[in-house]
């Protein structure tokens, strides 16, 4: 079974300062990791994704995420908030060892960026 | 990356009765996926669909509830049948695309049952 856990409903970080919305999984296997952002009234939105290789993945609009094995864990961060940034954030992950093709997300965790 | 649209954006709709949406893909995908995402929560999986074969459907979601239709490589539908209030939520429709199961999401299809 593949699981993913997001330990925050919400985030609050002031423009500019670094965000992180934290993300932890579970796999029997091999994990490939992704994060995805919601948009009120938008689907959901590709960020970036894990696959194999460097631990530090970059994105879309300068978001970046680590993956950390041992922990893990595969936090989303951005070195400088922007009020545009202010949406709904899924982590979400697939056990690349086996059949199974679809995504598990995570629950969630809602980014506010204040001015 | 795949171009995703679906229909209805959104419908309101009475109790008992069923509404289909649709999904459509601007190339040929051999895996879509419906989700469901209920109001404030996270995504849901409904069923896998593929193309030539039975929609294979998660745990707690049955066909007669929810038939699934994969004519082609392009399309799909979700029925949601004999609706109730709980069904309202937002549908989405995604694809499978590349080596690694990245998947690119439609923009949703909103339902409220009154």
């Known amino acids: 079974a593949q699981s993913v856990a997001q330990p925050e409903d919400q985030v609050n970080v002031a423009e500019g300062n670094p965000l992180t919305v934290k993300c932890t999984y579970s796999?029997?296997?091999?994990?490939?990791l992704f994060w995805y952002v919601q948009y009120p009234n938008r689907g959901l939105q590709f960020l970036l994704k894990y696959i194999t290789g460097d631990n530090l993945v970059k994105g879309s609009y300068g978001f970046e995420a680590e993956f950390n094995k041992s922990q893990t864990s595969f936090h989303l961060k951005k070195p400088s908030a922007l009020v545009s940034d202010s949406a709904l954030y899924f982590c979400?992950?697939?056990?690349?060892?086996?059949?199974?093709?679809?995504?598990?997300f995570g629950s969630g965790t809602r980014l506010q960026v204040q001015p | 990356s795949a171009v995703i649209s679906q229909k209805p954006s959104r419908d309101i709709c009475q109790r008992g009765t069923s509404l289909t949406i649709q999904c459509q893909v601007d190339s040929q995908v051999t895996m879509m996926f419906w989700y469901r995402q209920q109001p404030g929560q996270s995504l849901t999986l409904i069923a896998t669909a593929n193309q030539g074969s039975e929609a294979t459907y998660e745990s707690g979601f049955v066909i007669d509830k929810f038939p699934i239709s994969r004519p082609n490589l392009t399309f799909s539908t979700l029925t949601v049948s004999n609706m109730s209030p709980e069904d309202s939520s937002i549908y989405l429709c995604?694809?499978?695309?590349?080596?690694?199961?990245?998947?690119?999401f439609g923009p949703g299809t909103r339902l409220t049952v009154l």
């Open positions: 995604s694809v499978a695309g590349g080596p690694y199961n990245e998947q690119f």
């Open positions: 979400a992950v697939r056990d690349r060892d086996t059949g199974r093709r679809a995504l598990t």
């Open positions: 796999v029997s296997g091999n994990p490939y």
